[in-house]
T-cell receptor, first 113, second 114 residues
Framework: ETGVTQTPRHLVMGMTNKKSLKCEQHLGHNAMYWYKQSAKKPLELMFV???????ENNSVPSRFSPECPNSSHLFLHLHTLQPEDSALYLCASSQEWSADTQYFGPGTRLTVL | AQTVTQSQPEMSVQEAETVTLSCTYDTSESDYYLFWYKQPPSRQMILVIR??????QNATENRFSVNFQKAAKSFSLKISDSQLGDAAMYFC???????????FGQGTRLTINP
């Protein structure tokens, strides 16, 4: 695998379910990001991790819980989501933590019923 | 506030022709980086081109080039010899020096007519 990979590509879950999104980068980068892409809205930054440390939480509800066990892996744990959380969730990584080019994965299309 | 405006929700062009996508942005910072990304139906956000604000020379990448006007805060993308594979959503974005947040526009959907 090369670049940034995300699994699963599609996820349908009920409001009471617990699920996790996984992101893995094979680029040797030090920073990783979660973005939310909703219809008709610009991409929204959710979380940033730099060298496994969370450096930004963009006022995201606590039903989204990120985890970064090492600089190559990033998870987004989901629980008791709402239908309005349905969106495309994109993971990205960059070599440097600041003002560097971000490379994106293919995204996970999440539907909350 | 830092914002990006893409005033053209949709554009179309004939195959092999040239098309220009518009982007304006707003920031009080002087040191930043600008990007164009494309997102085809596969949903993968792919970097098209990057421009450093301190560079006066416009960036080019094969058939893709930009017209960067710093004073006007304008950053348009020109695609020459359009190909069917160029069909996608195109997003303009910028990030200021020292920040981690990419600020995106709402995108322009580009259709290529054969």
């Amino acid at each position: 695998e090369t670049g940034v990979t995300q699994t699963p590509r599609h996820l349908v879950m009920g409001m009471t379910n617990k699920k996790s999104l996984k992101c893995e980068q094979h680029l040797g980068h030090n920073a990783m990001y979660w973005y939310k892409q909703s219809a008709k809205k610009p991409l929204e930054l959710m979380f940033v991790y730099n060298f496994k440390e969370q450096t930004e939480n963009n006022s995201v509800p606590s039903r989204f819980s990120p985890e970064c066990p090492n600089s190559s892996h990033l998870f987004l744990h989901l629980h008791t989501l709402q239908p309005e959380d349905s969106a495309l969730y994109l993971c990205a990584s960059s070599q440097e933590w600041s003002a560097d080019t971000q490379y994106f994965g293919p995204g996970t299309r999440l539907t909350v019923l | 506030a830092q914002t990006v405006t893409q005033s053209q929700p949709e554009m179309s062009v004939q195959e092999a022709e040239t098309v220009t996508l518009s982007c304006t942005y707003d920031t009080s910072e002087s040191d930043y980086y600008l990007f164009w990304y494309k997102q085809p139906p596969s949903r993968q956000m792919i970097l098209v081109i990057r421009q450093e604000a301190y560079k006066q020379q416009n960036a080019t990448e094969n058939r893709f080039s930009v017209n960067f006007q710093k004073a006007a805060k304008s950053f348009s993308l020109k695609i020459s010899d359009s190909q069917l594979g160029d069909a996608a959503m195109y997003f303009c974005a910028f990030i200021i020096q020292g920040a981690q947040k990419l600020v995106f526009g709402q995108g322009t959907r580009l259709t290529i007519n054969p």
